[in-house]
């Protein structure tokens, strides 16, 4: 089995960040978010994927190069013509896919459990296609299955009036009779290649359609606060020993709960780390406290200020002597104190899609 995993798309809801920065490599826990997906994908026993990009990316291959890092080989299919739907970059992969079962995952999309029991679901029942589903409070932003007798009738993209209160995951396996039901549908009235509607012409031309509920946490990462709340659902997950501290403490530095902090890190006087935390490498500290569920890159400097339940990107300094929660901060962005300079007063430069509460 190989597998296809997106990193495309714009992420226009995910700006300012995604200005200059794909979605797909914005760090959770201090890692790209893309590399969790492989992660899941090679402990399942897959060996060779293929990644969707966009024309020209250069930054996804740079990041996760040809796989070797995890045992796999990888390799990248830029997309063509354009945005048209999820069903669109499955029609656009068959060549490189060929006529074999396919694992296909949306990088965006984080999960706690093992993919292995989906494949072996997958194979043992001779399926065609097989969901994984899970429960959600708002299934009008996603594919919903309705389900009859224990059997998927049809999917339906985004509906007004979801038949479930199930989500389609953004993980799918297939057999070669995708391809046929890609090449078959019609764009949708916004102008996309529906995945939802591939699977119901799927099931109305009598293949095998089965399913399966996510064990554990499924988190699709489509908002700010889903990047958020997926980097504290990671945080959580990890094991013990995964945490450590390679830095340099100060005397009175605390550490509570499980903390990771990389090489060439060093705490000032003042610093209380709670955990589950993660700090990256070449970090400075001082009179910070920095609370449960925040990741912060490398070369990062905090001071005099207060983080928690945050995503701070490499390089960016924050000195501001107030209480930051529920932020992410782009790289080498700077966060400072309105009293350091004359004229007092928040003084502001703002991007475009930009969210700033004082």
């Not at 999820?86 to 999309?109: S, T």
Request: glycine share 12%; aromatic share 6%.
């Amino acid at each position: 089995m190989k597998a296809l995993i997106t990193a495309g798309g714009r992420a226009t809801r995910m700006r300012p960040i995604t200005y200059t920065r794909n979605k797909h490599l914005i760090p959770l826990a201090n890692k790209p978010m893309i590399w969790h997906a492989i992660e899941k994908i090679a402990e399942c026993g897959i060996r060779e994927v293929f990644i969707n990009v966009n024309p020209g990316e250069t930054d996804v291959q740079k990041s996760v190069g040809d796989g070797s890092r995890w045992g796999l080989s990888v390799r990248y299919i830029e997309q063509e013509g354009g945005p048209q739907g999820l069903a669109h970059i499955v029609k656009n992969a068959r060549p490189h896919l060929g006529e074999e079962p396919f694992l296909f995952y949306l990088g965006d999309n984080i999960v706690l459990g093992s993919l292995r029991p989906l494949v072996e679901r997958f194979e043992k029942g001779g399926l065609d296609c097989l969901l994984a589903l899970s429960k959600v409070s708002d299934p009008q932003r996603f594919g919903v299955p309705e389900i009859r007798d224990g059997k998927i009738i049809r999917v339906i993209e985004k509906p007004a009036n979801p038949p479930s209160d199930f989500a389609v995951t953004g993980i799918y396996i297939y057999s070669p009779k995708i391809f046929e039901a890609v090449t078959s549908i019609a764009p949708s009235a916004r102008g996309e290649y529906e995945i939802s509607d591939a699977h119901t012409w799927l099931i109305e031309h009598g293949a095998s359609v089965g399913y399966e509920e996510t064990t554990g946490w499924w988190k699709d990462t489509g908002k700010p606060d889903d990047l958020l709340e997926g980097n504290a659902l990671i945080l959580n997950g990890l094991p013990p020993n995964a945490f450590g501290n390679e830095g340099e403490k100060c005397a009175d530095t605390v550490f509570q709960g499980n903390v990771r902090v990389g090489k060439g890190t060093r705490f000032g006087q003042g610093c209380v780390i709670r955990g589950p935390v993660t700090i990256g490498e070449n970090c400075h500290l001082e009179n910070a406290f920095v609370g449960p569920f925040t990741s912060i890159g490398d070369g990062v400097r905090i001071s005099n200020a207060e983080v928690e339940h945050s995503i701070i990107f490499d390089g960016a300094e924050i000195s501001c002597g107030r209480r930051i929660v529920d932020a992410i901060i782009g790289q080498n962005a700077k966060v400072t104190s309105c009293s350091d300079t004359l004229p007092r007063g928040n003084k502001l430069i703002i991007g475009d899609n930009s969210a700033v509460e004082l």
